[in-house]
């Protein structure tokens, strides 16, 4: 088959693969119909977080081309959202909804299977970790949606889930990146009254504005905090969606938080440590993680079937699998939000 083959820093190709096989029966042979390139394989890319030669890509939706003799919930032609990392949903921490944390679990594209970015990948714990999408026929952007239920969409969600975000609160969003604009999404959802962005992008601001920002701030550092307080009375904001995972996005989620408020991270760490007596003193809590996505996939399709959230907006480039080196640089050289790759037809 044909894949993204992930050769060292600044250097992604396509070439070939092995066909993968059944390997255990509860495994699935799923065709790739979409994946997209993650913000965390750039940083593989631009060589500040290491990856294996060979497979790459996380995010997938596909169909169901083969079975294990153990699956009992999938058919062959099924459409599936693929979370980006697979779970058994029988551990102890899948049972609480913190499936990234499944004792038996594992990756795609880390090593584990392959990823998504090639025509096919073998899903371990099929039945309960792929979600399928009830049968129809959808146009590219809803397919787009679906597929950024497999992240993005549920990454945010976390991060607005981890805030504790609720009816009327105020909101603030650093960063404006894909993870960023899916949790003002999000912010929305849970019933936020006014969402700040923090974002300098004009195409970026434009779709922030979009997906329910009542403010956008351009500012940095310093100056975004001073701008944010303006905004808010000098109080601060209840909650802090940090999207980004830098020194200076979760420390201006720090100053940027009420007494009493939450920030919610979910940005991949950058930086080694923070500073906790900032927020101890101001008894501003720190949540978050790796989003558990198998677990909000079911109420993000819903409201994406419901046309509630149109989260697949966020893919601002889309091409085949063989301009798979424009996909990676676009995003490197923040000419796109999100690239995302289409591999086969659904």
Not at 93 to 107: D, I, M, R, V
Not at 199 to 208: C, D, G, I, M, V
Not at 271 to 276: C, D, E, L, Q
Request: aromatic letters at 6%.
């Amino acid at each position: 088959m044909r894949a993204a083959i992930f050769k060292g820093k600044g250097s992604i190709e396509i070439g070939d693969r092995p066909d993968p096989k059944i390997q255990q029966g509860s495994d699935a042979i799923v065709r790739v119909v979409m994946g997209c390139v993650c913000g965390s394989d750039l940083w593989y890319y631009r060589g500040v977080n290491s990856h294996k030669v060979g497979s790459i890509g996380h995010e997938f939706i596909g169909v169901i081309e083969e079975i294990g003799s153990d699956i009992h919930n999938l058919k062959l032609g099924d459409l599936v959202i693929a979370p980006f990392d697979f779970s058994d949903g029988t551990c102890a921490n899948c049972k609480a909804g913190y499936t990234f944390e499944c004792t038996n679990g594992g990756g795609f594209g880390n090593g584990d299977t392959d990823g998504g970015q090639g025509e096919r990948v073998r899903a371990p714990f099929a039945d309960f970790n792929l979600v399928k999408v009830p049968a129809g026929t959808y146009s590219e952007d809803m397919l787009a949606s679906f597929l950024s239920l497999s992240s993005v969409m549920s990454t945010g969600f976390h991060a607005a889930t981890s805030a504790g975000v609720k009816k009327d609160d105020v909101v603030a969003v650093v960063g404006d990146g894909a993870v960023g604009l899916c949790a003002i999404i999000a912010a929305r959802m849970k019933g936020a009254k006014q969402i700040i962005a923090l974002s300098r992008n004009p195409a970026r601001q434009k779709l922030a504005r979009e997906f329910g920002a009542t403010k956008v701030i351009e500012e940095r550092g310093d100056e975004a905090v001073d701008a944010v307080l303006r905004q808010t009375d000098d109080v601060g904001v209840d909650a802090a969606l940090e999207c980004v995972g830098t020194r200076e996005a979760i420390e201006t989620a720090e100053q940027i938080t009420r007494p009493g408020g939450m920030i919610g991270t979910v940005g991949l760490p950058t930086y080694g440590s923070i500073n906790y007596s900032k927020v101890f003193f101001r008894n501003v809590g720190i949540r978050g993680g790796v989003a558990p996505v198998r677990t909000y996939i079911p109420e993000l399709l819903d409201a994406v079937l419901r046309k509630q959230i149109n989260p697949g907006q966020v893919f601002d480039l889309r091409v085949g699998l063989g301009e798979i080196k424009e996909a990676y640089a676009a995003m490197d050289e923040r000419r796109a939000v999100k690239s995302l790759i289409r591999i086969s037809e659904p």
